[in-house]
C-alpha cells in the first residue's frame, strides 16, 4: 500500500480562485476565466500568505475525502487573500486602460486620428 503526502491547501485556493475568476464580477470586468498569468500571480500571492495544509493519503483514499479536514479558518484565509489580490489585479488593469494614449514622437495631437473628425 502507498503513502503519499498531499498538500491540501493547493486544492483549496484553486477552488477559490475558480470561484472568483467565474463570478459575474470578473466576467463583467472582462478577466477571462483561462487567464493563466491571473492565476499564476494569484496562487503565487495566496501560498505566500497561507500556511500550507497537508494529508497522508492512501492510494484507496478517495482524492476528496480529505478536504473536509482543511480548517474553516484557513478556507477563510484562503478566500479572503484571492479576493483581495483580485481586486489589486482588477485595479491595475483599470489602470492602464485609463491611461491618456501616448502619441508617437513628432505627432501632434492635432495630427492624431481622433482629431480628424471635429
Not at 42 to 47: E, F, G, N
Not at 59 to 69: G, K, W
Not at 77 to 103: G, H, M
Request: hydrophobic share 30%.
Amino acid at each position: 500500500m502507498s503513502v503519499t503526502i498531499t498538500n491540501l491547501t493547493l486544492h483549496i485556493i484553486d477552488e477559490e480562485i475558480d470561484a472568483a475568476l467565474y463570478s459575474r464580477r470578473c466576467q463583467s470586468s472582462g478577466v477571462t476565466v483561462q487567464n493563466g498569468k491571473i492565476r499564476e500571480q494569484l496562487r503565487t500571492y495566496v501560498l505566500q500568505q497561507v500556511q500550507p495544509c497537508y494529508a497522508v493519503m492512501n492510494e484507496n483514499d478517495d482524492e476528496n475525502s480529505p478536504r473536509t479536514l482543511i480548517p474553516h479558518q484557513l478556507r477563510h484565509q484562503v478566500k479572503s487573500a484571492v479576493r483581495q489580490k483580485l481586486r489589486e489585479l482588477l485595479a491595475e488593469d483599470n489602470w492602464y486602460q485609463s491611461q491618456p494614449t501616448s502619441y508617437p514622437l513628432g505627432v501632434e495631437a492635432e495630427q492624431a486620428p481622433s482629431s480628424w473628425f471635429g
